[in-house]
């Protein structure tokens, strides 16, 4: 049964504390992505990856880190540099396509996960 | 990126067609439009994709005019499931930052 996945659903954690949420994906996937989503707001975009060993900086990375040591996973850490960790954090992957012919890439998302920082 | 303009939320009833128009005025030529749908504490879900004219699935048309500075996805017969948030993004994906911008997406109330 292919598909993505993040643990955990729940996370509760204090304030000044790191913690590193799972994403994994069977779907052989090359791209993967990491989104921020505040309530009522949309998705803004943290880090992404490409390719195993390179990942580049979204649209808010600062207080965040990542790695992409296997095709399948790419972890997120919230760090204690990030303001405002509490909110719904969303995994995606795509098969990455060339070329006009084949339009955009589809992302498909995870269930995400919920971070509370008390 | 294009930006896009949606309205902010919309109500209609069971059984009724849909449609939720955007704006993307800064459209570039090799930008695809794309439509996503998000249930309250879920991740958004892949709807429909197009380049211009109209596209067709099982569960909605995309409708783009020539000029393609909009767009307007119709869900026909809509039911009280379809409840939900639906984004339009604008994107060039065969180069450069392959990830999508969301914007605030247009909230969908479907009542009985």
């Known amino acids: 049964d292919g598909g993505i996945t993040q643990s955990p659903k729940y996370l509760f954690r204090k304030e000044g504390q790191n913690v590193t949420l799972s994403c994994e994906q069977n779907?052989?996937?090359?791209?993967m992505y990491w989104y921020r989503q505040d309530p009522g707001q949309g998705l803004r975009l943290i880090y992404y990856?490409?390719?195993?060993?390179?990942?580049q900086k979204g649209d808010i990375a600062e207080g965040y880190s990542v790695s992409r040591e296997k095709k399948e996973s790419f972890p997120l850490t919230v760090t204690s540099a990030q303001k405002n960790p509490t909110a719904f954090y969303l995994c995606?992957?795509?098969?990455?396509?060339?070329?006009?012919?084949?339009?955009?890439?589809?992302?498909?998302f995870g269930p995400g996960t919920r971070l509370t920082v008390l | 990126l294009a930006k896009t303009t949606q309205p902010i939320s919309m109500d209609s009833y069971e059984g009724q067609e849909v449609n939720i128009t955007c704006s993307h005025n800064?459209?570039?030529?090799?930008?695809?439009i794309t439509w996503y749908q998000q249930f309250p504490s879920q991740g958004p879900r892949f709807i429909i994709q197009?380049?211009?004219t109209k596209v067709t699935n099982e569960v909605a048309s995309l409708f783009i005019p020539a000029d393609r500075k909009s767009s307007t996805l119709s869900l026909p017969r809509v039911s009280l499931s379809d409840t939900a948030v639906y984004y339009c993004?604008?994107?060039?994906?065969?180069?450069?930052?392959?990830?999508?911008?969301f914007g605030s997406g247009t909230r969908l109330q479907v009542q009985p």
């Open positions: 800064n459209i570039a030529t090799n930008d695809y």
């Open positions: 197009g380049y211009k």
């Open positions: 779907l052989n996937h090359d791209a």
């Open positions: 993004l604008v994107g060039r994906m065969d180069t450069g930052r392959r990830a999508l911008t």
């Open positions: 995606a992957s795509s098969l990455l396509s060339g070329g006009r012919a084949t339009g955009t890439d589809t992302q498909y």
């Open positions: 990856s490409q390719i195993v060993n390179d990942f």
